[in-house]
């Protein structure tokens, strides 16, 4: 069992930068590949970006190639979502979620999902 909590979400304008966490608990969480997703209003889940459980692969929508970066450190349970370049396009509810698929795109390949964090980007 995993149990995620995000965090880092807020208001910024256009061109700005947040970085997302979030924090795991359970002594597995290193065994698990980690992804982020977002929603926006009306719009259904999309994937960002995804880290495998060592951190060495990435994966990224195209959607955010260039602008954000993940990153984990398993000593502190914690994945990371750095968004620079921010656009109003990137404002929805960010999640993050826990798979033993790594580098999964799909939703539904995710076992464990996080509350979300509402990031709005201004214009």
């Known amino acids: 069992q995993v149990q995620l909590v995000e965090s880092g979400g807020g208001l910024v304008q256009a061109g700005g930068s947040l970085r997302l966490s979030c924090a795991a608990s359970g002594r597995t969480f290193s065994s698990y590949a980690m992804g982020w997703f977002r929603q926006a209003p009306g719009k259904g889940r999309d994937f960002v970006a995804a880290?495998?459980?060592?951190?060495?692969?990435?994966y990224y929508a195209d959607s955010g190639k260039g602008r954000f970066t993940i990153s984990r450190d398993n000593a502190k349970n914690t994945v990371y979502l750095q968004m620079n370049s921010l656009k109003p396009e990137d404002t929805a509810i960010y999640y993050c979620a826990a798979t033993l698929r790594t580098g999964s795109p799909r939703s539904y390949d995710y076992d464990y999902w996080g509350q979300g964090t509402q990031v709005t980007v201004s214009s």
């Open positions: 880290v495998s459980w060592s951190g060495a692969s990435t």
